[in-house]
């Protein structure tokens, strides 16, 4: 699992380009702690971008 995340954060920011960027994206669960077949289902609750709150989930 720890591959998969790397592969689609750090590697990607890599290949982009863009590693310098301290971009963040807040998920509601540890993907290292769900099972292997749930972290592509994970709620995002929060996103930074170049910054700036591009997403902010919605209060319950």
């Given at each position: 699992?720890?591959?998969?995340?790397?592969?689609?954060?750090?590697?990607?920011?890599?290949?982009?380009?863009?590693?310098?960027?301290?971009?963040?994206?807040v998920?509601?669960?540890?993907?290292?702690?769900?099972?292997?077949?749930?972290?592509?289902?994970l709620?995002?609750?929060?996103?930074?971008?170049?910054?700036?709150?591009?997403?902010?989930?919605?209060?319950?």
């Amino acid at each position: 699992m720890l591959q998969a995340l790397r592969g689609t954060t750090l590697n990607a920011s890599w290949a982009a380009g863009e590693e310098d960027r301290a971009d963040l994206t807040v998920l509601a669960e540890d993907p290292l702690w769900v099972p292997d077949t749930e972290p592509a289902g994970l709620p995002v609750l929060l996103t930074v971008a170049a910054g700036r709150i591009t997403r902010r989930a919605a209060e319950p």
